[in-house]
């Protein structure tokens, strides 16, 4: 057997407390310092040898650093992002000038769609790979040249080559990667990893790749994972949460972070019938779909909390966007997680197609009603390779300025006519201000750290962190106000 180049995968630091890599589905830096585990990059680290998975932001690791760890590899393997991509361009610079025989590749949703742009963007990227790249780049670390790798893209001759794409790994490729859990034992400390929503540490994994739905926003479906849903089998998922327990006695929740969890009834209640002599919590990623007796059955074995991506409380923007859901399907849904004794954490988004001031009233009204454990308020962005950047591009509505500021906070770059950016900046904050600061919600919030020290001084971190970036973009929509210019 040929050599094993000495390979790095890496989530880069691309800004101060950015989550924008290899599992985070809305690339920004949050209010609260938060961090998904880099799973997408775990497959390819347990499949080398003598390779390291190094997670940059969550570790505190800083460019420097990140370029003197380089230099003990011969191939480094870099997810990117839109929002981080220039960063990461400078960064994977650095690290050539440090040694000038190391290999770069270029991996994720943002060089997939513009592979041309990225490769000639710099002579830095020795080659990418469109979708997923589990094999591709353990081939390259094995001896394969990118002309022989499928869904590679590189440079010969000057011009720029891409190879036929990779077909998608199913069920029995899937249950033959090794376990991402391993790999975050060998290298990760997950105390490092903080959701506000997620009992910490929590320890996150996928049970299947893809989501049938159409949701137009949505990057991961529409690129990495794609809409094609493939699953691990049950008795391979419930090996690993069985194995991973005993690997992290001091996890408080594992957290399943498919595209969708619950696509399909038989396969939830499969799952069910496997984690329920597990004892253990977990929480996951779900539709507004799933009826009362699926969500008695994921209480029954543990389930504490969905992650629902409700998104707006208006009936025509959650058609626009193809949510293949509506409102009175979200109530029903919230009401069942109710009975059943399971908290949800609302997903809501700020300026979708359709948008107005009153269907943004309407939103938070409809989040009131409500009434999730906790929500995330985010603004539109419209990521290169999804149907609503299509979608703008075809109605003539322009893209302004960044998706981010300069560290890595989201900014609104849609140039609707009915709704300025600080319009949209400051609905955001009003969103916030209205739905937590209520006295029942406060106190929700409150009474579980009372008698938890760890809890207590997580609140209050985060506390600090959620006013901070409110105070900023209160001086966004100021200036914008002020100035009657649209950042």
Known sequence: MPDVMKTLLLNPPSFEG???????????????????YPVWLA???????????????????SPAET??????????????????????????????AAKRDLKIAFVGP???????????ASEDIDFIVRGEFDHAVVEFARGKQPA???????????????????????????????????????????????????????????TARGCPALCTFCLWPQTLSG??????????????????????PQAKEFFFDDDTFNIRKDRVLELCQRFKPLKFRWSCTARVHSDYETLKAMADAGARLLIVGFESGDDQILKNIKKGATVEMARTFAKNCKKVGIRVHGDFIVGLPGETRETIKRTIDFAKELDSETIQVSIAHAYPGTELHEQLSRKQIPLIGAMTDDHGHQLPHIGYPQLSAQEMM?????????????????????????????????????????????????????????SGTVA
Request: aromatic share 12%.
């Open 18 to 36: 950015y989550d924008g890599g290899a599992s985070s589905r809305w690339p920004a830096t949050r209010e609260i310092e938060s961090y998904w």
């Open 67 to 96: 370029i003197r760890i380089a230099r003990d590899y011969e191939f480094v393997v870099l997810f990117t992002s839109t929002a981080g991509f220039d960063s990461d361009l400078r960064l994977a610079k650095e690290m050539k």
């Open 110 to 120: 943002h060089v997939q769609v513009r592979p041309d742009d990225c490769l000639n």
């Open 426 to 482: 400051a609905s955001v904050n009003r969103f916030y201000d209205e739905y937590y600061f209520r006295p029942r919600v406060v106190w929700r919030i409150v009474r579980e750290a009372l008698w938890n020290a760890h809890e207590r001084k997580r609140l209050t971190t985060e506390a600090i962190d959620f006013l901070r970036l409110r105070a900023d973009r209160r001086k966004y929509a100021r200036a914008g106000a002020r």
């Open 227 to 248: 809409h094609q849903w493939r699953v691990r089998s049950s008795d391979n998922v419930a090996r690993e949460v069985r194995q991973a327990l005993a690997l992290f």
């Open 43 to 61: 497959y390819p680290a347990g499949l080398l040898e003598g390779s390291r998975l190094l997670d940059a932001s969550p570790h505190k690791v």
């Open 148 to 206: 022989e790798i499928a869904g590679a893209s590189y440079r010969r001759n000057g011009t720029i080559v891409h190879n036929p794409a990779r077909p998608l790994l199913h069920t029995e490729e899937l249950d033959a990667l090794p376990f991402a859990t391993e790999v975050y034992k060998r290298d990760l400390t997950i105390e490092k990893y903080n959701v506000p929503f997620l009992l910490h540490p929590y320890v996150a994994f996928y």
